[in-house]
């Protein structure tokens, strides 16, 4: 069983590195396209075959629950960061994702998890990391010579907007999602090794006289 939780939490770490191979990679001078789509269907295949195999194998875990996610989130802002450097991508677009994701992964979830609650990523959040995706393989594609051009530039701004869009719409329904959550869960969850105050005793019963 430990061998079987292990596979799929070893597929999302794998993930967390291949943000950083696909900046290495990209070279404008070479773009090594070819490579750099590799990379994204590796992160793809790997974010898909992470959750089937601990859905199927029923290895459902918290950590998986969070990881995932963020896997995801820090592939992306990696290749993100990396067109902005390359005038691929406006700045402000990336700022405004960047932002996002570090309102969700660094105020939303540690709150929730301060009162015991996990939310997991719902479907407006699975399709917005789709959306991202198809943008970064259309950007990817774009650094090829056949795909420049006015028409595959109003394509790719296209993809911006609604990746734009949906990642703000779902950060909301995030936080709806949240704060739902904590209305029905107001308390914290009493820590195990906080000592709980001790009751005073009873005062004893009182004395009867007897009688003679």
């Not at 430990?2 to 773009?31: E, K, M, Q, S």
């Not at 859905?55 to 995932?68: A, C, I, Q």
């Not at 993809?159 to 959550?181: E, K, N």
């Amino acid at each position: 069983m430990n061998l079987l939780r292990a596979i799929p939490t070893a597929l999302t770490l794998f993930r967390l590195l291949l943000g950083p191979a696909f900046v290495l990679l990209h070279d404008p001078a070479h773009p090594h396209t070819e490579a750099l789509l590799v990379i994204v269907g590796l992160a793809l295949l790997t974010d898909w075959l992470d959750g089937w195999l601990a859905r199927r194998w029923k290895v459902v875990s918290t950590f998986g629950k969070l990881m995932d996610p963020f896997a995801d989130a820090l592939f992306c802002m990696f290749v993100f960061v990396d067109f902005a450097r390359f005038d691929i991508m406006p700045w402000w677009l990336v700022a405004l994702l960047i932002a996002r994701e570090a309102l969700v992964t660094f105020l939303l979830r540690p709150l929730a998890l301060s009162r015991g609650i996990v939310v997991a990523a719902g479907m407006p959040g699975k399709v917005k990391t789709v959306i991202q995706f198809v943008v970064i393989i259309l950007a990817t594609v774009r650094l090829a010579p056949l795909f420049h051009g006015p028409f595959w530039t109003a394509v790719l701004w296209a993809g911006f907007i609604g990746m734009l869009t949906f990642s703000l719409a779902s950060a909301a329904l995030y936080a709806r999602d949240i704060a739902r959550a904590l209305r029905a869960n107001p308390r914290a969850p009493a820590d195990p090794h906080t000592p709980t105050p001790q009751e005073p005793p009873a005062p004893p019963p009182p004395e009867t006289e007897k009688q003679p």
